[in-house]
T-cell receptor, first 111, second 119 residues
């Protein structure tokens, strides 16, 4: 069965610390992979996407993610957290025209 | 970039009434649109897939007579919550697929969401 799992429903970091949000997928065929961010009462904004080009993908707001086929992972990182990064983050996978979302990870940034 | 607009962003209605939410692709043609429901502090739950000019495909457990979806044109899909009840209160989000872009990478473009409150 094809699925996506986000480890950790809630991650808390201090401002300036490393952000690491985990995402693993389960699929026999490598999917397209996405990270979206959602602020309260808003839709989803694309942070970055992997579409079978470079395995290290750079996105907006200083985020990046690395596709590791051997680990079936697509973890999201940012070297230094900012207060404005506090939001809900969703990992998503797609096999063309069917997108499935992880459960989401709420990122809290402490001053 | 591709822009998807949803309207209204917030709506409050009385129990028993019907509410329509619109989802428009502003700068591209969307042959497929998706409707999601999101409960507080939870992920997006796919409700249905809407293809232009044909009947929507509903996910298991979603009542098609309760949630009417129409996709009459390549830029507009509507979700109508019929005879709304308090348990229908939720955040509804639409997304659209731009198959006319350079290769279909499966990326979806999302609307801003619509918060429905049924009193």
């Amino acid at each position: 069965a094809q699925s996506v799992t986000q480890l950790g429903s809630h991650v808390s970091v201090s401002e300036g610390a490393l952000v690491l949000l985990r995402c693993n997928y389960s699929s026999s065929v490598p999917p397209y992979l996405f990270w979206y961010v959602q602020y309260p009462n808003q839709g989803l904004q694309l942070l970055l996407k992997y579409t079978s080009a470079a395995t290290l993908v750079k996105g907006i707001n200083g985020f990046e993610a690395e596709f590791k086929k051997s680990e079936t992972s697509f973890h999201l990182t940012k070297p230094s957290a900012h207060m404005s990064d506090a939001a809900e983050y969703f990992c998503a996978v797609s096999w063309g025209n069917d997108m499935r979302f992880g459960a989401g990870t709420r990122l809290t940034v402490k001053p | 970039g591709a822009v998807v607009s949803q309207h209204p962003s917030r709506v409050i209605c009385k129990s028993g009434t019907s509410v329509k939410i619109e989802c428009r692709s502003l700068d591209f043609q969307a042959t497929t649109m998706f409707w999601y429901r999101q409960f507080p502090k939870q992920s997006l739950m796919l409700m249905a897939t809407s293809n232009e000019g044909s009947k929507a495909t509903y996910e298991q457990g979603v009542e098609k007579d309760k949630f009417l979806i129409n996709h009459a044109s390549l830029t507009l899909s509507t979700l109508t919550v019929t005879s709304a009840h308090p348990e229908d209160s939720s955040f509804y989000i639409c997304s659209a697929s731009n198959l006319a872009g350079a290769g279909n990478t499966g990326e979806l473009f999302f609307g801003e969401g619509s918060r429905l409150t049924v009193l």
